[in-house]
């Protein structure tokens, strides 16, 4: 599914002494199928954006087009329900979200609202268990019994058993060990590969927006600062010191290599395979001093 | 959704009303509580909203957004009014339409209950929104001191109080972000059949509650661990002042007071 936003401008608390402008002028294009990674310092309206892709927040000024469907400011859209259904958010921390008595009734909420049957919902609900890496004997359990990892995963699940067209991240792995973090972007990223779903990614991790997305856009100060390709945004690293952000560790493994060796690797590496093929070829050609 | 609301709210701004110190506030709106009632007639009426004006003129609240979020309180006091234009059955007879019949003290009583009404909610609005909630419990505290000699625990219910106040904006972000988690997953609050809405309170108060119980543990175990052991013999961070022109704001309250007594019918 297609998304475009368009002069896309939100005021919170909106002609109150308390208005605060977090997004303005905010165009960008996600034709379906992208992996979108959206980095950005912290109060840069990332999250805020996220919001307008499924009617949660609407804009004050300009339009955003999911599908068929159009949000725009001042106009009431009655399909919020459909856009919701095909647009799965998961929120920062989304634990937080958990409320049924059992695991296997808090996954099948999200499906049985969108009007799928009870036997469906236990369906789907066990296939996406399997994918966040959790086993059946939890069903029964209730979330509150588990531990803080296994509560995301649980959280999670309840998201994709939703089987959204559009899957939207809210820095999904904040605050999880690095093992566990690795495996859900990895799930993340097998069910886009499988299911060619968009998937929309705030992060702030610079690896992962590397190797992960097919394009990723700056935000900054509310506004769209840059769009383009992993490797165009990360060739630029003093701008990205200057906006708070940073480069992937490789690229400034490379950028250390670069200046003590005083030549310049071929590409911009962006996993830990391109960089170590990149020095094994620098060694061939035998390094200068 | 709840952008607009105004109760129990603090505006920041720098104004006269915003400088008085929270006691002399708290004493002025509390005798002007009773005092309205003395009012009855229409000069004791224009006394007391130019008294009321002028607090409000010395707030520097953009009207806008005290009328805005009245709104609520606006449909109360017009019910108030209609209620007593109609129902009042004496003085001379205005008007008669069917069974609809309205009398001369109906009239007046509808006026001036509702405008009694007004100038309560303004009075009262006017504190909180030009004082911080630490502020307004610092000065009930101080008030309410003389009252330990009875054994009234003073310093622990000002430490209630401040905790819950400095909780409610958590509390309010915290309604929002998980409305907003289970809106995606398809609950709606605002819209279809109203047993509905009813049900989607569940999947809204289970994670508060359990966040709101998670966060008292955590702050009682943060207040310990730093020492706080109780009121006795703690002094204070923030010192409350009296100036001359908290002294000027309880005269005028007073001569408020005096006119309202001479005045009145
Ligand atoms: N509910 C709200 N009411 C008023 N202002 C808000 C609200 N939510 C966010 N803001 C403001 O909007 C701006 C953008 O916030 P947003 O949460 O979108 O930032 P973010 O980029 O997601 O930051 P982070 O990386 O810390 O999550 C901030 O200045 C914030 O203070
Ligand atoms: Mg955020």
């Known amino acids: 599914m297609q998304i475009n936003l368009t002069n896309v401008e939100h005021k919170y608390q909106k002609d109150t002494p308390f208005e605060r402008l977090a997004l303005r002028e905010v165009n960008i294009d996600i034709p379906s199928g992208t992996y979108l990674a959206i980095i950005g310092h912290t109060g840069s309206g990332k999250s805020t954006l996220l919001q307008h892709l499924n009617g949660l927040l609407k804009p004050t000024k300009g339009s955003v087009h999911i599908g068929e469907y159009t949000l725009a400011a001042g106009k009431k859209e009655k399909n919020l329900r459909a856009i919701r259904k095909k647009v799965g958010i998961v929120f920062q921390f989304p634990e937080h979200q958990l409320f049924e008595e059992t695991v296997l009734k808090d996954i099948c909420f999200g499906p049985m609202n969108f009007g799928v049957s009870e036997k469906e919902a236990i369906m789907l609900a066990k296939e996406s268990l399997h994918k966040v890496g959790l086993s059946e004997d939890i069903l029964d359990k209730s979330p509150f019994d588990l531990s803080g990892g296994q509560m995301r995963r649980v959280a999670i699940a309840g998201v994709l058993a939703m089987k959204p067209e559009v899957l939207v991240l809210d820095e999904p792995t904040a605050g999880l060990d690095p093992g566990g973090r690795k495996e859900i972007m990895d799930l993340f990223y097998d069910i886009h590969k499988e299911t060619k779903i968009s998937t929309i990614l705030v992060t702030h991790s610079m690896e992962d927006a590397a190797s992960y997305a097919d394009e990723i856009v700056i935000m900054h100060k509310g506004t769209v600062y840059e769009t383009g390709s992993p490797r165009e945004i990360f060739s630029q690293s003093d701008q990205l010191v200057s906006l708070g952000l940073d480069v992937p560790n490789t690229v400034r493994m490379q950028l250390m290599i670069e200046q003590q060796c005083g030549r310049k690797l071929d590409q911009i590496c962006l996993t830990m395979d391109e960089l170590s093929e990149q020095i094994e070829s620098l060694l061939k050609r035998g390094v200068p001093k | ?265």
Request: proline content about 5%; overall charge positive; glycine content about 6%.
């Open chain 2, 1 to 265: 959704m709840m952008d607009k609301m105004i109760f129990g709210r603090y505006v920041p701004a720098e104004s006269p009303m915003h400088r008085l110190d929270p006691r002399a506030k708290l004493l002025m709106v509390f005798i002007f509580v009773f005092i309205i009632f003395l009012a009855n007639n229409i000069a004791t009426y224009v006394v007391i909203g130019a008294f009321t004006l002028l607090i409000l003129n010395m707030s520097k609240i953009p009207a806008g957004f005290l009328i805005g979020g009245l709104r609520p309180v606006f449909y109360l006091i017009l019910f108030t009014f209609f209620l007593h234009l109609f129902f009042t059955k004496e003085g001379d007879l205005l008007f008669k339409w069917n069974f609809i019949e309205v009398y001369e003290n109906g009239l007046r009583q509808g006026i001036f209950i509702s405008l009694r009404f007004a100038f309560l909610i303004l009075i009262t609005s006017i504190l909180t929104l030009t004082t911080t909630p630490i502020s307004i419990t610092d000065g009930l505290e101080t008030l309410f001191n003389p009252l330990k000699k009875w054994k009234l625990p003073v310093h622990e219910l000002a430490l209630m109080m401040s905790i819950s106040l400095r909780f409610i904006p958590t509390l309010m972000e915290e309604t929002d972000k998980i409305m907003k988690a289970q809106a995606a997953r398809g609950t709606e609050f605002s819209t279809g059949p109203i047993k509905n809405r009813i049900k989607a309170i569940v999947p809204l108060l289970i994670p508060l509650f359990v966040s709101s119980f998670k966060r008292a543990e955590e702050l009682a175990t943060a207040m310990e661990s730093r020492g706080y052991r109780g009121g006795e013999g703690r002094t204070k961070y923030r010192l409350l002042k009296w100036e001359s022109k908290d002294t000027i704001l309880l005269a005028a309250i007073m001569v408020l007071t005096v006119l309202l007594l001479l005045l009145r019918s």
